[in-house]
């Protein structure tokens, strides 16, 4: 794709955050710049305010002279957290990476469940693309559930959650459940899961204790039919 865009001398821009540079090589894939949320694995505590963005050398030029105009400059506080940040991030993504997988397997078997959209999971779309240009997967993912459960139902369950908190800045230390429907700005293709969607974010907390935390939310969501 990248190649098609720079025969017509389009720029790619990718954000990487979900992957970053530790799992997806952008540059080495031909994209121009790539971007992450620096509020995500690279701070991995939920308390960094800032944004990353690299280019390869046809477009750093620009993309400095951009930078001085702008004059954006990051605080001296979010500089040193993001420092202190990428000491531990690879460490922090291989276990996002392992409870993903371990957590995506689980919910693939639970009744509730329709389908588990995880990228490494063969069954998932998009997973040939994923297992040719990505080394890894991080701890962000979806399921959909089965066509029977209601948006009342999913109140029921993510409204009495103990561990899983619902919000929005992924890749930090705790771990969140949300629901979303991409329908409305998904423009590409049509957006039909098949049921309810929510998205999870792997924290850091006891697998046991998230395991039971969402055990008893399936038990709420079936409650209310
Ligand atoms: C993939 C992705 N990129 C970038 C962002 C932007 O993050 P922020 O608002 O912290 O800059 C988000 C936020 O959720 C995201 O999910």
């Not at 509020?39 to 477009?59: E, I, R």
């Not at 291989?94 to 509730?112: I, T, V, Y």
């Not at 890894?136 to 066509?147: A, D, E, I, Q």
């Not at 039909?192 to 907390?205: D, F, N, V």
């Amino acid at each position: 794709m990248t190649q098609a865009a720079k025969k017509q001398g389009i720029a790619t821009i990718i954000d990487n955050t979900w992957a970053t540079p530790i799992f997806f090589r952008a540059h080495e894939h031909g994209c121009d710049l790539s971007l992450e949320a620096g509020t995500k694995y690279l701070g991995g505590h939920s308390d960094l305010l800032m944004g990353l963005v690299s280019a390869n050398d046809a477009w750093w030029p620009r993309l400095r002279k951009t930078y001085d105009l702008m004059a954006m400059l990051p605080g001296a506080e979010d500089c040193f957290l993001a420092l202190r940040g990428l000491r531990t991030m690879h460490l922090r993504l291989k276990e996002a990476e392992q409870r993903g997988l371990e957590m995506a397997h689980w919910l693939q078997a639970r009744p509730e469940v329709l389908k588990v959209l995880h990228p490494a999971l063969p069954e998932c779309p998009g997973h040939e693309i994923w297992k040719r240009d990505f080394t890894g997967s991080s701890g962000l993912f979806s399921l959909v559930l089965k066509p029977e459960f209601t948006k009342a139902g999913v109140a029921n369950m993510l409204d009495h959650m103990r561990i899983f908190a619902m919000g929005y800045s992924w890749g930090g230390f705790e771990s969140l459940i949300i629901p979303f429907n991409c329908a409305d700005y998904r423009t590409a293709t049509s957006w039909q899961p098949g049921g309810l969607t929510l998205r999870i974010q792997m924290g850091l907390e006891d697998m046991d204790d998230l395991k039971t935390d969402l055990a008893a939310g399936f038990d709420r969501l079936r409650a209310v039919r």
